[in-house]
């Protein structure tokens, strides 16, 4: 089962990359995955890979649209039955279509009923009368003209012709979607398969629990950062954290299972670290990139905070993004690199960036674009006064992201701006 991918795009790697190009070369590096088929209830959400078709005709048998009588011609009519026995209970449905009607003829017919051949059109129960037996003519609450040529019979293939495309690839499958899924007659249908990711938290000084001594950090990626993955369209894999060792940052991102330190056997198709990016003596993950031969993608980002993410792609093929130990940057990273990547292996487009007038003058800051939490006050980006790296009130309270450019702007000036994802719905797919 595949898609049709086709070669990787691969950018030029820009040490200290533009944050355009981070973003750009990010959504590029993820390649749509190989499709998976899912029964239809497991499909709600997913993107479709391919285009569905009617696999018979929508509706697949001429049916009545009312219960009543399927008439041949205009009235009276003689009944007529067939009372032969049913071999199932559901075949009540098919009874009516059993024999052909001459005209003047008539015969008793639900809801869903099969159509006779010959039937010029269905008369609702309310507008018949039975006499005699067997003898049908409108009631006295029938309109004068009823039953129209057609009326309350609905034609087969109404709706779609068998082979006829139903729902095209890149439809994020809504729950309306899944029901004309069935009615085309599909058990199952190809999704894009979510990108698996895996996490590795790094940092001895980085506690779980309780209140850190001077020296310690409370984790703050541990508890949120699998949740924003699954928010992205990932599908969270493993999370191991890892001690600042050398060896052990390269077992756990060798594809060999070396030891109890490898993730090898049960990670994905992202590989995500958080700190670590630097060049201190308990900084390992450049060195370890580099003694594994990883490609690098991105090197480093021309922006604040943030600014010593990576992207790489390991020998096997798998993708790390290195976020920074920084909660702020790490989060600054997610937006500019994983997001993006995410939505390029999803088969989703990548977010268009939006735009706000900002609220007061920014300064400019040669060679670094700025990400910075605001909330939009009548009408305007006001910037957050929490909006250094390790800083996480101006992010937790922001309504957006501002993207200033180091040319810096003024008020009133029209800004990038990046929508959260928490406070946005999920991107229609390609
Ligand atoms: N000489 C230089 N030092 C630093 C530079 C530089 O260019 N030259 N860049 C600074 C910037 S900017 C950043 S960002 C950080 C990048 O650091 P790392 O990715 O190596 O991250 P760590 O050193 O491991 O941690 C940085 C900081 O974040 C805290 N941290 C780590 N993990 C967590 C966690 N799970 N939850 C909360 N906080 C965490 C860690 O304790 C550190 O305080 O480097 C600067 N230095
Ligand atoms: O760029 Mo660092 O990533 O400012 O915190």
Redesign the pocket.
């Known amino acids: 089962m595949t898609t049709d991918n086709s070669t990787p795009v691969i950018l030029p790697l820009q040490p200290n990359a533009a944050w355009e190009h981070a973003r750009s070369s990010a959504y590029s590096a993820g390649r749509p995955l190989p499709y998976e088929t899912v029964p239809l209830a497991e499909a709600l959400g997913q993107i479709l890979a391919l285009d569905t078709t009617a696999l018979q005709p929508v509706p697949h048998y001429a049916s009545s649209a009312m219960d009543g009588w399927a008439v041949s011609g205009p009235p009276p009519w003689q009944l007529v039955t067939h009372e032969e026995p049913r071999a199932e209970r559901w075949q009540i449905h098919k009874e009516s279509g059993r024999r052909p009607l001459q005209p003047g003829q008539a015969v008793a017919i639900l809801t869903g009923g099969m159509i006779p051949a010959g039937a010029s059109s269905v008369l609702r129960s309310e507008s018949g009368v039975v006499s005699g037996g067997d003898k049908l003519t409108l009631s006295s609450s029938a309109r004068g003209d009823e039953p129209s040529v057609g009326e309350h019979i609905r034609p087969a293939g109404e709706e779609a012709a068998a082979g006829e495309v139903t729902i095209t690839r890149g439809t994020v499958l809504n729950p309306a979607h899944i029901a004309l899924a069935a009615v085309c007659g599909h058990d199952t249908l190809p999704v894009l398969r979510p990108p698996r990711v895996s996490l590795l ?3 001895d ?2 506690i779980e629990y309780g209140l850190p001594e001077a020296g310690q ?5 541990g508890p949120q950062l699998p949740q924003l993955v699954t928010m992205l369209g990932g599908r969270m894999d493993v999370v191991r954290r890892l001690s600042d060792r050398y060896e052990d940052v390269v077992a756990a991102l060798s594809s060999d299972a070396t030891d109890e330190m490898s993730i090898a056997m049960s990670s994905g198709d992202v590989l995500i670290t ?5 060049r ?1 003596e308990a ?1 390992h993950l450049r060195q370890a990139l580099e003694d594994m031969q990883a490609e690098m993608l991105i090197d480093g980002i021309a922006m604040r ?4 993410t990576m992207l790489a792609r390991l020998p096997d093929g798998r993708l790390l993004v290195a976020l ?4 702020l ?1 790490a989060m600054m990273a997610v937006f500019t690199v994983l997001q993006p990547l995410l939505d390029g292996l999803r088969g989703a487009p990548l977010p268009p960036e939006r735009h706000v007038l900002a609220g007061v003058d920014i300064e400019p800051l040669p060679g670094r674009t700025r990400l910075i939490p605001c909330r939009i006050e009548n009408g305007r980006a006001v910037p957050s006064p929490y909006f250094r ?2 800083m996480l009130r101006g992010i937790a309270d922001a309504d957006a992201v501002m993207v200033v450019p180091e040319a810096g702007c003024t008020t009133d000036e029209a800004v990038t701006a990046l929508p959260l994802p928490w406070t946005v719905e999920q991107p229609p797919a390609r």
Do not use: I, K, Q, W
Request: no cysteine.
């Open positions: 938290l790094t940092g000084e980085v950090v409370r984790d703050t990626f958080t700190g670590g990016t630097g201190s900084d905070p943030g600014h010593p920074p130990g920084n909660p940057a790296s390790g």
